[in-house]
């Protein structure tokens, strides 16, 4: 990432944008994802997604990837780790959630990612956790905690969770280690060629799970306009386009801003699905996303 080239701190519209759009991206994918359910099997709506965005990526990184492939050869198992984390596993689990829970509960479990990192950061890679960070980590618990539970403490006890929801907290606790990995020991080499690679990995470490569901499922992938339109939008949008804008954002607004604009993400969910689905928010999401919010400031302050 190239953090170092934000300019002053000041935000303009481009890069406003540019920290809006992944966001909307991804309440968008998760929509879609609901939508899907019943339709596409999850995890092979995973693969085709990616073996999709691969063949779209493929003619802008192909040179690059000959280019840095002592490089790749070098980090392979970083790489492959990477690919297994994010491509393979996070995006597979999101889907699988989609099947049973809904895309706010799905999207407001995801905004809890501080609270996993700051986790891994002290157990796995020995970083220092200040007050605020665990404060901050405490009150994301609590914000999750209330919408695993529909505002219904009692649930704790008869631990009446949907799978959807573990699914996604599996999810996040995947991405969670994933974006350690990238901040750790990301190899030097073009946002495109990395990308490329980790779906290369991705995609080769689901293929037998792919393989596994179809069989299971035992049909044929439905060929119509929705899945078209799902795979087109879950390829190209959510997987290319939002990763190049998040990655241009950082780069002009630095590492810490952008954190609190994934916490718009279960706030476009919810007017997506109220539009689309006419999945209307419940009171335990509101006070779910503002403990969340509220532990991700608190946690980022100096």
Known sequence: MQASRAGSGRIDWTTLFLLTFPPLSWAGNAIVGRLAAGTVP????????????????????WRGVLEHRAALRRHAGVIAAMGVLSIGSYNALQYLALTTSTPINVT??????????????????????????VAGALLCLVGVSFVLVRGEPARLAQLDLVPGDLYMLAATIAWSAYTWLLRKQRPDVPLPVLLFAQ?????????????????????????????????LYV???????????????????????????????????????????????????????????????LAQRR
């Open 42 to 61: 999850p995890i092979t709506l995973n693969a085709v997604r990616w073996v999709l965005a691969g063949l779209l990526l493929a003619p802008f990184a």
């Open 108 to 133: 407001l479990i995801g905004a809890s990612t501080p609270l996993f990192l700051i986790v891994i950061g002290a157990l796995c890679f020995r970083e220092r956790v200040k007050p605020l960070q």
């Open 235 to 297: 390829a190209t949008i959510p997987s290319l386009l939002a990763y190049f804008a998040w990655d241009r954002a950082i780069a002009r607004a630095g590492a810490q801003l952008p954190v609190f604009f994934i916490t718009l993400t279960p706030v476009f969910a919810a007017l997506l699905s109220t539009l689309l689905l006419g999945d209307w928010p419940r009171w335990y999401h509101g006070v779910g996303l503002a403990a969340i919010g509220a532990g991700i400031w």
């Open 199 to 231: 779906i290369v990995m991705g995609v080769l470490a689901s293929a037998p799970v792919t393989a596994w569901e179809l069989m299971v499922q035992d049909q044929p992938l439905p060929w119509n306009g929705k899945v078209a339109a799902i795979l």
